[in-house]
């Protein structure tokens, strides 16, 4: 059994910082992305940022300069520090992570396995 479970979620002012955390925990699971994906009502989920086993980092154009992503491989944890927050960022925050060992950082949601049960964050104007 594989849980993956994020946290960190709140309202927040436009311009505050906020940071989230996630962690994948499983009988010898080993994680070869993990990412971090927003979904608001009634749009597509969207990879916002993911990292690979190896460094390669993929962020969304909308968030570049602004959402840093990090992880720690063997503990299979994983951060999202988001500054400079705006409104259009308000969205339910889900973290994943993808079996197996790929050469770049999965973006696709169909390349994941396991997923949380989302933190929202709220961005206010």
């Known amino acids: 059994q594989v849980q993956v479970v994020e946290s960190g979620g709140r309202l927040v002012q436009a311009g505050d910082s906020l940071r989230l955390s996630c962690a994948a925990s499983g009988r010898t699971f080993s994680s070869s992305s993990m990412g971090w994906f927003r979904q608001a009502p009634g749009q597509e989920r969207e990879c916002v940022a993911s990292?690979?086993?190896?460094?390669?980092?993929y962020y969304a154009d909308s968030v570049k300069g602004r959402f840093t992503i990090s992880r720690d491989v063997a503990k299979n944890t994983m951060w999202l520090q988001m500054d400079s927050l705006k409104p259009e960022d308000t969205a339910n925050y889900y973290c994943?992570?993808?079996?197996?060992?790929?050469?770049?950082?999965?973006?696709?949601?169909?390349?994941?396995?396991?997923w949380g049960q989302g933190t929202q964050v709220t961005v206010s104007s």
């Open positions: 990292r690979n086993w190896n460094g390669h980092t």
């Open positions: 994943a992570a993808k079996r197996g060992f790929t050469a770049v950082a999965a973006v696709r949601p169909q390349e994941y396995d396991f």
